[in-house]
């Protein structure tokens, strides 16, 4: 069966985005070397990615092509309204049932790219199997959070940490199971 994978940054504080959903706390890190804190060889392991319209929207913005094009892409929206694009299937059905039956079908690793709200569901079905997280070493005190604030308990297991020269520290997290 294919893993749901969680490989975002968050802030020290555990928040995705400031309270209107901005990232240049992010972006605007210092990356003084370069380094792509393990994105392709993550992107290397996947051939689907899952999101939110709001990530989708940021991640138009962040880019001049769409940065997926050789990935299976699904973006999640309460609007039926949505026309699919050449890269982006839009889903506004039950999100559980589509991703469940994701799970099962060949090939890689799926990339749950974001936003909260998405995690969160997702999360709250148990449906993530593994997190990789980039805690990025700024606080901002109050933004949107990375399971989108909803109330629950799960545990995973730590199972490899990185720590890099920018202060970033990545931390891959697995799913216990049977608990």
Known sequence: MRKIKVYTAVSLDGYIATREGKIEWLTGFPNPEGTDYGYAEFLATIDTTLMGNNTYKD?????ETYPYPDKTNYVFT????????????????DIIEFVTGLKKADGKDIWLAGGGQLNGALLQADL?????LHVIPVVLGDGLPLFG???????FK??????????????????????
């Open 158 to 179: 730590l199972s490899a940490t990185k720590t890099y020269s920018s202060s970033v520290l990545e931390l891959h997290y697995e799913r216990i199971t049977g608990l």
């Open 59 to 63: 991640v138009l913005r962040l880019s």
């Open 128 to 132: 993530i199997d593994e997190m990789i």
């Open 78 to 93: 309460r609007d039926s309204i949505h026309v699919d694009t050449e890269f982006v299937q839009f889903i506004s059905r």
């Open 149 to 155: 604030g909803i109330p629950m308990e799960k545990v």
